[in-house]
């Protein structure tokens, strides 16, 4: 049986509004990898940079309403790690307190991710201890890691820099090539939001799904929420999912988001009202020069079943309940684009309201020339 992996609580100081929704931005980006010795590494680094780096400029500028932002998204394996430093330092000087940026970095080696959880030891300190008693057992450290780093600007303006390893097996699991297999991380962190009470967890694509014979991640985490909730009464707010995912709609997800809402064995008062962010690469995605139409993108939003939100088509974003799933499902398109949304509060049902939990208010795409501009053909609100 596989060691699951262990769920560190950090306590962050983030003065969200208090009884207002909070704000949440998906960059649904491309990205174009190839294979490179044993790890897969972006092949236009250099563009690839230029449109991240446009979408921290727009969220520093803070146009609109975009000054609200608190949770900023990008795909898995969406910053070269050569601009890792320039990324942490423009959100350390030009981000607004209270905001918290997820971002995947393209693969690395496990020497290469062990130096920079040293180096960012303040915030990572237990997960430094995981991955020394894996090193210890054995010859891994030329291992690839599928990585992510979660950028806290607290309330102080103080930068806080969290790194995570994907735990899901690769693909190497069905090779006898050592090379081809992928370190798995043994922790998630789970985020303790205050004064505001706002707890959220970030995790890496199929790390919502995975599992072995006889537990998941997805029931740890369920336990550990419910074990928040009946000790603390509070619960988890969020779980925001980077992917680079070419079947984001894959049954498997489906079937997750099911049991996940649909309290069929036990009551789960800890997740009943969490909302889960799925953030996707575009569909302009390619691994290995091959492309798949229609097979990236589609992030969504996902909340609680006994929510109002009637079955909705717009050309940008749709709203539907996943096939039949006892879930309220915010569905964006496959472009690149810029998603803006509200992340609900207070999640019961109000029988006095016919508002609707979850509101779009902007949706940008990418002009080459011309950087990110509203789309004609999706929300005409204000960003």
């Not at 090379?179 to 004064?195: C, K, N, S, T």
């Not at 419910?226 to 992917?243: C, G």
């Not at 649909?262 to 575009?282: A, K």
Request: with cysteine; net charge negative.
């Amino acid at each position: 049986m596989t060691a699951m992996a262990k769920i560190i609580e950090k306590h962050l100081q983030l003065e969200f509004p208090l009884g207002h929704h909070l704000h949440c931005m998906i960059a649904q980006l491309p990205n174009r990898l190839k294979r490179r010795d044993h790890l897969f590494c972006l092949e236009d680094a250099g563009e690839k940079w230029r449109q991240v780096k446009s979408v921290l400029d727009l969220v520093a500028g803070g146009e609109g309403n975009l000054k609200r932002l608190h949770f900023l998204m990008f795909p898995e394996c969406a910053v070269p790690v050569s601009r890792f430093d320039e990324m942490i330092d423009f959100i350390g000087k030009e981000f607004r307190p209270n905001t918290v940026t997820m971002f995947g970095l393209e693969q690395t080696t496990l020497r290469e991710y062990r130096t920079m959880l040293i180096r960012f030891h303040a915030d990572n300190a237990e997960a430094i201890d995981l991955v020394e008693a894996d090193i210890d057992s054995g010859d891994i450290l030329g291992m690839p890691v599928n990585w992510c780093c979660i950028a806290v600007k607290d309330a102080k303006g103080k930068l806080k820099v969290f790194l995570e390893a994907k735990t899901h097996p690769f693909r190497g699991e069905e090779f006898l090539d050592k090379d081809h297999d992928l370190y798995r991380g043994r922790h998630f962190y789970l985020f303790r939001g205050e004064p505001a009470c706002f707890n959220f967890m970030t995790l890496i694509c199929l790390d919502y799904l995975y599992r072995d014979l006889y537990s998941s991640n997805i029931r740890q985490i369920i336990d550990h929420a419910d074990r928040m909730f009946f000790t603390m009464r509070q619960s988890l707010d969020a779980i925001f999912v980077i992917q680079c995912n070419p079947k984001p709609e894959h049954r498997s997800y489906r079937d997750v988001l099911t049991g996940f809402y649909g309290e069929y064995l036990e009551d789960t008062p800890g997740v009943r009202d969490t909302i889960t962010v799925f953030g996707n690469s575009s569909n302009e995605s390619e691994i290995d020069g091959i492309q798949c139409d229609s097979c990236y993108g589609f992030s969504y939003a996902v909340i609680s079943g006994r929510h109002k939100m009637m079955p909705y088509q717009e050309n940008e974003f749709s709203s539907d309940d996943f096939h039949g799933t006892p879930v309220c499902r915010l569905r964006f398109g496959p472009g690149t684009r810029l998603y803006y949304f509200n992340l609900p509060l207070h999640h019961e049902l109000d029988p006095r309201s016919s508002r609707v939990p979850l509101k779009v208010h902007s949706v940008l795409k990418w002009e080459p020339e011309q950087g990110w501009i509203k789309s004609v053909d999706g929300m005409e609100g204000n960003a």
